[in-house]
């Protein structure tokens, strides 16, 4: 049987179990809710410290100017985007009442300086912000207000909302999110470790390598880029991204750090025809002297002299610098030199500024998961439930049987299924409790649990549209090579452990395929 209907099995099981218990009313409520959960796209929430770029990054995702960002547009309620052809907002208050309201008032609705015009935006639990954005039919986000060691309201509506009150209580308990993205730039006083600390240890380890990725924002204003350098933004923060990844606790806590410079790409979004005219005329200086013209920001943006007003008015060059910064106008000066067209550089700014990547990533490695990910949550939230119920009741009730039965049949199914087995050794892979012996052995177990992809092709490493004879073949070998693998006495137990999972994948796909074939 599959993961999935494993699932709704016990999911149907355990109510059935409910209905016959009066007592049980509120906990198959609960399930109820956790079947509907199974049955919407993963929802991703991007957490971090105030001012960290979160509303910027989330723009640069959807590839649109959504969100209100800058020093004065702090978030303050929690926007949850979901696709939808037109735009518009839901406003969902805290006593449970739900507004429409046009897309236009998403300000009036998000930021904080609108607090005394519109004072009911303290009543707002979370915004539902439907937008057309490809990418939301596959993942859903969730930004947050900024999160501060000082916690204010709006620090205290993203804690809320993803239901973690102080840092020992539950994240993923009762979390909305199924996966997090931290954000973190170094000018922002650092990684707020304690944040992330908080989040892992939430929920029974819920946060992990499987379901959060970091990203270091505002790379190209951090220090860590040189405008005279040969390197873009992105690609001199790698130095740190990797450096911040060999740390062993950010190995427990994400699966990567991932540089990214949004605004740029937020800004591209924002040029009108004007700003386009000038950098066209930019474009035309020769790349060293316009290093020079750049390199002081503040400078480019209010000189009256004349080597700067030959290019644009102050107004047009301090837009330029609200917008795209120093990097932006390089960048698209230097492409539009090299003859590409509008379209061309937002493509090529994609790829540049990291949002491309960790767009990718996103549907890989969360995306793929989708329904793993989701299990993962339903078992550890049943479990602690059950457990939770069971404390205060005597052992002879109804209820308390109830709760047995149900987490009896977890424990079952999380020992036999087995894409839960993989999980576990990837699980412990990220954790770095799981060292293989060369790079094909790696990509083979990655392969192989998915990461990149669940079709049969892709987890055996074949081209799309291989022959089922070849890939029942290409199982069978691997299914042989990985038993071998995984008697090797001499191999650390956590290694075995990995190889016979892997042995036993390839031999349930080599089944299934030879069946395919038998048809
Ligand atoms: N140079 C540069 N600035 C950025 C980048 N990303 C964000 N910023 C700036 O950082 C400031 C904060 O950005 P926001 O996206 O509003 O940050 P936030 O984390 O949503 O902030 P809160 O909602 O207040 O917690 C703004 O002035 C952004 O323009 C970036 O990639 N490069
Ligand atoms: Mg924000």
Redesign the pocket.
């Known amino acids: 049987m599959s993961l999935k209907s494993e699932v709704y099995s016990l999911l149907n099981n355990a109510q059935r179990l409910c209905r016959d218990c009066p007592e049980a009313a509120e906990l198959s409520e609960s399930l109820e809710e956790m079947r509907k959960r199974l049955e919407i796209p993963l929802r991703v929430a991007v957490v ?1 410290i ?8 989330m723009n640069a995702l959807m590839g649109a100017d959504v969100l209100y ?3 004065l ?3 303050y309620t929690v926007g949850w985007f979901q696709y939808a052809e037109h735009p518009s907002i839901t406003v969902c208050f805290r006593n449970g009442e739900k507004v429409e309201a046009p897309f236009e008032d998403l300000e009036k609705w998000s930021v904080r300086a609108f607090e005394k015009e519109n004072p009911r935006i303290h009543d707002v639990q979370y915004l539902i912000i439907h937008y057309p954005s490809e990418v939301l039919k596959q993942l859903e986000f969730i ?1 947050t ?2 999160l501060n060691s000082v916690y204010g309201t709006d620090a205290q509506n993203t804690l809320d909302f993803l239901s973690i009150k102080g840092s020992e209580d539950t994240l993923y308990e009762a979390s909305m999110a199924d996966a997090v993205i931290y ?1 973190f730039s170094r000018s922002t006083a650092g990684f707020d470790r304690d944040i992330l600390t908080a989040f892992h240890s939430g929920g029974g380890n819920m946060s992990s390598p499987i379901n959060s990725i970091g990203i270091l ?5 951090s220090g860590i880029w040189d405008i005279f350098g040969e390197q873009s933004p992105v690609e001199a923060a790698q130095a740190v991204t990797s450096s911040i990844m060999t740390n062993a606790d950010m190995k427990n806590l994400l699966f990567s750090v991932f540089p ?5 790409m937020e800004g591209y979004t924002q040029l009108t025809a004007e700003d386009w005219k000038v950098l066209r005329i930019i474009a035309q200086v020769p790349p060293d002297d316009l290093i020079d013209l750049l390199y002081d920001a503040h400078q480019f943006a209010v000189s009256t002299e004349e080597e700067f007003q030959q290019l644009g008015d102050t107004d047009a060059r301090k837009r330029l610098m609200n917008l795209i ?1 120093q990097y932006g106008t390089l960048e698209i000066a230097h492409q539009l030199r090299a003859g590409k067209t509008q379209d061309q550089i937002g493509d090529i700014l994609q790829e540049k500024c990291g949002v491309k990547a960790i767009r990718e990533i996103l549907l890989r490695h969360f995306g793929n998961r989708t329904f793993l990910i989701k299990s993962r949550y339903i078992f550890s939230r049943i479990r602690s439930l059950t457990q939770e119920i069971r404390k205060n009741l005597d052992k002879s009730s109804h209820l308390y049987h109830v709760c047995e039965q149900i987490s009896e049949e977890i424990e079952g199914l999380m020992s036999s299924v087995q894409t839960l087995k993989e999980l576990k050794i990837l699980q412990m892979y990220y954790n770095g409790q799981i060292q293989f012996m060369d790079e094909e052995e790696k990509q083979d177990f990655l392969r192989v649990t998915g990461e990149y992809g669940r079709s049969a092709e892709t987890r055996l490493g074949m081209p799309e549209g291989s022959s089922i004879a070849a890939m029942e073949q290409t199982a069978k070998e691997k299914a042989a090579l990985w038993h071998g693998k995984s008697s090797g006495w001499m191999m650390p137990g956590s290694y075995v452990e990995a190889a016979a999972t892997l042995a036993r994948s390839y031999e349930q796909m080599y089944y299934h395929l030879n069946a395919l074939n038998e048809e």
């Open positions: 971090g105030m001012k960290a770029g979160k509303s910027t990054f960002t800058g020093d547009e702090t978030t930004d207000p900024g954000a924002t505002k790379v190209d204003a990214v410079c949004a605004k740029v910064g």
